[in-house]
């Protein structure tokens, strides 16, 4: 029995001191995890800080689609605060008609091996405040598996004001686009009334007072004779007769320059080549004129822009180009003319849209061919001259 309780005695002490021997180790490995737990604590507390002080609502969700978390960014964006929302379903901050296409759209997600979706990769969805109000969202999200269970975040950015921002840009686009049209009909407009008012006034010109002064002079002729028969001076009236003659012949140029009846009855290729062979007469500038299977209809509409374009074209080389030389190629195609107006002068930017503004003469050719469904081009560069190509349907 003694011997029993020395052994019992014995074998506690064995314990104790094993147990004593347990406990100085617990305590050592106590003290060394107190930093790792202070450590913890921190990066805690840090993270707290982050996610209540970050711009963007974050909400965090489980399985079932209810919060388990929901920042301060998301209190002030669904105008809930954090213990309302919390174990909430995240329904509740998703506007009906959505509902149901967002939860499976979470479902999906979850079931995916993707982890996140990049903010704004879902498109714009609609977040239901707490008074009920509707605003556009841009959103990310991610899911993350802790202890067998799949948790969700979704970061939420409020883009009413740049919604609303990028509608009123949209407006006002629309309304510049509107206004493009507008005016793009104004000039058709007044380009034809332009066309139609020069030929009137060149027909009134040429068979009215032309006429007239044809008239006259033949009257001034006749009594030019008469004195001359009668043995007094006919100085006078010759001057007279001469500068009859003369207005008569400006009348006629600048009636031939408000229209060109040739343009009517000779056709397009006679009446440019005419009329560059008189532009060389009176400008230092030698005008090459070639043309190529040029079909022998072309509508009037198609002539009378072709013919003002390359009026205008040869006018800017003489203006603006300086070089002594510039050339004509008018080539016809199976259903388009052709016209490249090209000179190897000083060039300019096309695309220096203060070149643009300087005068009218590009904008009223573009706007020519734009009316007879024509395409305009011009290239330029400084140094290498400038082309203009146009390419117009034959028929218009
Ligand atoms: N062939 C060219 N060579 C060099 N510069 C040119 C040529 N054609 C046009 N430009 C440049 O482009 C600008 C715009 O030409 P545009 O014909 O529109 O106006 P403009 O000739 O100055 O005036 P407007 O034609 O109204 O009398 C010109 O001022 C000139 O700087
Ligand atoms: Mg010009």
């Known amino acids: 029995m003694k011997e029993d309780i020395q052994k019992t005695k014995t074998q506690l002490i064995e314990e104790l001191g094993s147990l004593r021997k347990k406990l100085t180790e617990c305590e050592e490995k106590g003290s060394m995890l ?106 990310g999200i991610s899911h993350v598996e802790i202890s067998g269970k799949k948790i969700f975040t979704v970061i939420l950015r409020d883009i009413t004001e740049r919604t609303l921002a990028e509608e009123v840009v949209q ?106 062979i008189d532009f060389s007469k009176r400008e230092p500038l030698a005008v090459s004129f070639l043309t190529r299977n040029v079909p022998n209809e072309i509508s009037q509409p198609v002539a009378a822009c072709l013919y003002r374009v390359t009026q205008e074209g040869i006018r800017n080389v003489a203006k603006h180009a300086k070089t002594n030389h510039a050339s004509i190629l008018l080539a016809g195609t199976k259903r388009s003319i052709g016209l490249c107006v090209a000179d190897f002068g000083e060039g300019f930017s096309p695309t220096d849209t203060r070149n643009r503004r300087k005068g009218l003469g590009l904008a009223s050719m573009e706007e020519r061919v734009r009316l007879v469904g024509g395409n305009f081009r011009v290239k330029s560069q400084r140094g290498r001259g400038t082309h203009i190509h146009i390419l117009v349907p034959h028929s218009r």
């Not at 920042?71 to 509902?99: D, G, H, T, V, Y």
């Not at 686009?173 to 009909?185: D, P, S, T």
Request: aromatic share 6%; charged share 25%; net charge negative.
């Open 171 to 276: 407006k006002h686009e629309q309304a510049l686009v509107r206004n493009q049209e507008e005016l793009r009909a104004l000039t058709a407009q007044l380009l034809t009334v332009q066309d139609e008012e020069r030929r009137r006034v060149s027909r009134d010109l040429h068979d009215d007072v032309n006429q007239r002064l044809a008239a006259l002079a033949v009257w001034i002729q006749t009594y030019q004779n008469t004195t001359a028969a009668a043995g007094h001076d006919t100085e006078p009236i010759q001057s007279l007769h001469q500068q009859v003659v003369t207005l008569s012949d400006d009348i006629r140029r600048l009636a031939y320059q408000l229209h060109p009846s040739i343009l009517d009855d000779l056709g397009l290729p006679v009446a440019l080549r005419a009329w560059s």
């Open 34 to 139: 107190l930093p790792v737990e202070q450590a913890l604590r921190d990066g805690q507390v840090q993270l707290d800080r982050i996610m209540s002080s970050a711009m963007d609502a974050i909400i965090s969700i489980d399985e079932d689609q209810h919060i388990l978390f929901f920042n301060a960014a998301a209190e002030k964006m669904f105008r809930c605060s954090n213990a309302e929302a919390l174990c909430q379903p995240l329904e509740r901050f998703i506007p009906e008609r959505f509902r149901h296409k967002h939860s499976q759209h979470v479902e999906v997600f979850g079931e995916r091996h993707v982890t996140n979706r990049q903010m704004g990769q879902l498109g714009v969805v609609y977040g239901l405040r707490g008074d009920g109000t509707e605003f556009p969202v841009e959103a």
